[in-house]
């Protein structure tokens, strides 16, 4: 299961593929990512302490472990570039 949650004032959501995970984070136009940060990233628009954790997790969004290389590939080849 992958864990999201964007930006400080977001809520964890959780999602059963990365393909859903895509499609949220264009609908809520997060932008292509900057710079991968643990088991997060920032993007133009969520940046510094502000930025998009996404991560993979069981019940109740405790931490498995980070995505791997092919995991941020598919999110990063996937994501809408946008202007704010």
């Known amino acids: 299961m992958y864990w999201l949650r964007i930006g400080n004032d977001g809520e964890n959501e959780s999602f059963d593929g990365l393909r859903e995970v895509v ?5 809520c136009d997060v932008g292509r990512i900057d710079l991968w940060v643990g088991i997060g990233f920032v993007t133009p628009n969520y940046h510094g302490d502000d930025l998009v954790l ?3 997790g069981g019940d109740n969004s405790v931490l498995i472990r980070a995505l791997n290389s092919w995991e941020r590939g598919y999110i ?3 994501l809408e570039e ?3």
Do not use: H, I, K, S
């Open 82 to 84: 946008v202007y704010a």
């Open 54 to 56: 996404l991560y993979v």
């Open 23 to 27: 499609e949220y984070l264009n609908e």
């Open 76 to 78: 990063e080849t996937r």
